[in-house]
């Protein structure tokens, strides 16, 4: 009974359209040509080796373009597999060589071209075949009449039927002459599966039709096979790469339903899936689901690493191949866009997981490799900076040969190619002459050199050095002539440090809250700070008067260029309310030390008027009160809450004399510890009077 087998499908894939192929009877490889043509296969398959380009003696048949076509293979009526038929165009290229050059290059005795306008041409054309897990290689030996032989044009095709291949598999196929004479042709097509052939009665692996679903599951990528439970079968993910056969990557030998979870870290636009069943030469079918993925895409650059091989050789490893050219570039120790050497070295495109050979001399820690697509840059190394060291200050010199040997030498900078010599302000314009006696006398290490330039990395240490020798010498005159002037300046500089006024006004709601306002001005003072505030000048204070004190020492502050600090608690918010509402009652309704109630007169009109911002500051303690609290006219200038906002509120009161944020944070944090206790004892035994505390507000 025949075994059934699967059909592959994506879950959201449109239906293909259903072709009907030709019929070939028998397993022998076949081989036909165009009328004129004579063609033989050679019996067997040969070995794939490509070999090196050779240059052609005269002209040679080659291939210019391949065609294939799908066939059915068929043992018997129901017993039949899909077959690739393939069509090699040829044309004749090259023209013949006149006698005198044939004796110049020592040609002449080569028997394919002794007469060369009679002879007839024969080539052997190879046809390479790749499709997982199976390679291919056929020899065709082809002959064409001398009547046919015209340069330049094509003689006809030789057809090959054919390979064999998997439904829905991914097929390689190249073409070249032994020797090769150019570049070898290469051909990839993917076959069709079941649904897109009028195959089902005739190939046995399409009789019975279970899937496989590939579909998203979130971040994930969900693999589920419906086959019948007792049905045994190989499922194998692997990496179709180009060139060199597919490199398998996972592989089980499974039973029934299978429902299997692939990360989407994993997917790459190679990964394939092929199945087949557990029988003898079962046919394995295949699909690459993953190829337009851009989750796929960016897992291969991330998964893509350049490596260095000794001695002057590198290689891209990817698991796919991957579209994009390479580049060499000279990255400086400054930190620059590294900067391509291109003119003179040439971009390639590269092929992934094959040695390339770096066109240099020497090798150089400056030297980098740079792996571009056509959208961006993608990788970049320095593959010489582990075995070479760390990135030189060199300067590149890239010279320029042109004919009768002239030569030209530009220095490669961050701006450009700068000419030596040149009037440029850069580094290399002023060394231009020192540089160019470097090259001159061997001190430049040569990296490239050919008919076009050559590249030079010319060490800089010398001029380095005897730049920085004049610059220590200015800087230690600089320190002494600094380490006088602060000696001169010292007493100067301690004054200068406490120059900046502060005057403290607050309102005396309690004998807790004034020892709070004298934790607060003894912590500003050891800032330091000059501080002016009632509790220390109680003698000034009853022999002028609080207007008057207030008076005076407000001018002194702001003509020194100082800042008044209001100190709100509920009694200030309270008196303030009450001088809104009515001037009169609230100026003679406190004692005679209030300098809080007797400055509201003053300090009304400046906060009206629009004078207050830079001249006052607020300030409330955070367990007493609200930022809301704080009267709307008194929020036109910075209002801080203590000590939440010490380091902010500390660099208001020191101006443009603050110290580093750091400095700032150790000298808020000092005073923070000098509140403290104040704020516990205020808190612990509140006072009598208007009491302390968001509630005291209420009661006023």
Known sequence: MPVPWFFLSLALGRNPVVLSLERVVGPQDTARCSPGLSCHLWDGDVLCLPGSLVSAPGPMLVPTHLQTELVLRCYKETDCDLCVRVAVHLA???????????????????????EPRNASLQAHVVLSFQAYPTARCVLLEVQVPAALV???????????????????????IWSYTQPRYQKELNLTQQLPDCRGLEVRDSIQSCWALPGLNVSADGDDVRLVLDVPEEMRFGLSLYWNQVPGPAKPWWHRNLTGPQTITLNHTDLVPCLCIQVWPLEPDSVRTSICPFREDPRAHRNLWRAARLQLLPPRAWRLDAPCSLPAEATLCWQAPDGGPCQPLVPPLPRENVTVNKALEFPLLKGHPNICVQVSTWEKQELQECLWADSLGPLKDDMLLVETRGPQDNRSLCALESSGCTPLLSRASTRAARLGGPLLQDVQSGQCLQLWDDDLGALWA?????????????????????????????????????????????LLLYSADDAGFE???GALASALFQLPLRVAVDLWSRRELSAQGPLAWFHAQRRQTLQEGGVVVLLFSPGAVALCREWLQDATSAAGAHGPHDAFAASLSCLLPDFLQGRAPGRYVGAYFDRLLSLDAVPALFRSVPVFSLPSQLPDFLGTLQGPAAPRPWRLAERAEQVSRALQPALDSCFRAPGTGRGMGPEAENRT
């Open 92 to 114: 004749v290229h090259g023209y013949w060589e006149e006698p005198e050059d044939e004796e110049k290059f020592g040609i002449a005795e080569d028997p394919e071209i002794e």
């Open 150 to 172: 015209q340069p330049g044009q094509s003689v006809g095709s030789v057809v090959f039927d054919c390979f064999e291949a998997a439904l829905g598999a991914e097929v390689r």
């Open 458 to 502: 010319c060490p800089m240490e010398k001029y380095i050095h005897r730049r920085w020798a004049l610059v220590w010498l200015a800087c230690l005159l600089l320190a002494a002539v600094l380490f006088l002037l602060l000696l001169l300046k010292k007493n100067h500089v301690k004054a200068a440090a406490r120059s900046r006024a502060a």
């Open 515 to 517: 020892r709070l306002v």
